[in-house]
């Protein structure tokens, strides 16, 4: 059973740029997607963007300035930075494996506080 | 952008009772392409249902999704303890690609 596991700073500073990791087992990264979803303090969910195993992105066009989405299938990583970072952006940032349509697997959350 | 809305906000039933959770988007979705998520305090959220009405592994068969075009339902036939929670409808395929409804509480 995939498992998937985010890493990461809980705190950042206001303008600065945030960078998460999502370290996966029990599983291949082959013929997935793999995204970031963000759940706000109001308990709103919000897709930020995807990569799939190949290396093709598909971002919100909500964060498309400021997100960067990589992946090192060597390693079974896949990582967020978001720049800019405001108040607004904090919350839950879960890491979650995807078939085209759908997330069928959740990592536990990292709480990131935006604050100076 | 599509705009998902969830009804009730809060459902408060007993065990043994049946829940009907209402999604509704902004414009026409394919039924393929709505999927429902349970998720419980402190956890992320679960995978229910996707596609036509399909449950994902593990789930039980008192979880049903049905609907179209722009209404779709996702019943518990007869509610258990466990089935508290918070549920999510999803859509996929229009920009951004993937957005989620606001929840409906379920209180058992």
């Known amino acids: 059973q995939v498992q998937l596991q985010e890493s990461g700073p809980g705190l950042v500073k206001p303008s600065e740029t945030l960078s998460l990791t999502c370290t996966v087992s029990?599983?291949?990264?082959?013929?997935?997607?793999w995204s970031w979803i963000r759940q706000t303090p109001g308990k709103a969910l919000e897709w930020i963007g995807y990569i799939y195993y190949t290396g093709s992105v598909n971002y919100n066009p909500s964060f498309k300035s400021r997100v960067t989405i990589s992946i090192d299938t060597s390693k079974s990583q896949f990582s967020l930075d978001l720049t800019s970072m405001t108040g607004a952006d904090t919350a839950v940032y879960y890491c979650?494996?995807?078939?085209?349509?759908?997330?069928?697997?959740w990592g536990r959350g990292s709480l990131v506080t935006v604050s100076s | 952008e599509i705009v998902l809305t969830q009804s009730p906000g809060t459902l408060s039933l007993s065990p043994g009772e049946r829940a009907s959770l209402s999604c509704r988007a902004s414009q026409r979705i394919s039924s393929r392409f709505l999927a429902w998520y349970q998720q419980k305090p402190g956890q992320a959220p679960r995978l229910l249902i996707y596609?036509?009405?399909n449950r994902a592994t593990g789930i039980p068969d008192r979880f049903t999704g049905s609907g179209s075009g722009t209404e779709f339902t996702l019943t518990i036939s007869r509610l258990e303890p466990e089935d508290f929670g918070v549920y999510f409808c999803q859509q996929y395929g229009s920009s951004p690609l993937f957005t989620f409804g606001p929840g409906t509480r379920v209180d058992v």
């Open positions: 979650v494996r995807g078939e085209i349509t759908i997330f069928d697997s």
């Open positions: 029990g599983g291949s990264m082959n013929d997935y997607f």
């Open positions: 596609g036509e009405g």
